[in-house]
């Protein structure tokens, strides 16, 4: 069964770090580019950062994110990370991760839309706050 799982959420305050893990099973996620997603109460699903397999090596952030968040995979253990530093109240929120339908590579712009993505894990919240 294709799956994958958040974990790492939690409140952090203002400037604090979180490293998020989303574990895949059922399939290997190093064939797939793997989003990143996010919802904020009362606001629409917004994407984050996507990452492409490591043959291919090409991610991207939103603007919002850009150097404060990392994306990386350790593919022995079939799980993808996303490393955020220097988080800020406008960062909280659930964040989900999902695979993409098929390819190995994340498509600008397409990887922002969800609907590039056929299978979600259940989320992780994130709440930054003092």
């Known amino acids: 069964q294709v799956q994958l799982k958040e974990s790492g959420g939690g409140l952090v305050q203002p400037g604090g770090s979180l490293r998020l893990s989303c574990a895949a099973s059922?399939?290997?996620?190093?064939?797939?580019?793997i989003g990143w997603f996010r919802q904020a109460p009362g606001k629409e699903l917004e994407g984050v950062s996507c990452i492409s397999s490591s043959s291919v090596g090409v991610n991207y952030y939103i603007g919002s994110v850009r150097g404060r968040f990392s994306v990386s995979r350790d593919n022995a253990l079939n799980t993808v990370y996303l490393q955020m530093n220097s988080l800020q109240p406008e960062d909280t929120g659930m964040y989900y991760c999902?695979?993409?339908?098929?390819?190995?590579?994340?498509?600008?712009?397409?990887?922002?839309?969800?609907?590039?993505?056929?299978?979600w894990g259940p989320g992780t919240q994130v709440t930054v706050s003092s």
């Open positions: 999902a695979r993409v339908v098929s390819g190995r590579t994340c498509e600008h712009p397409l990887w922002l839309s969800p609907n590039q993505y056929g299978t």
């Open positions: 059922g399939f290997t996620s190093n064939d797939y580019a």
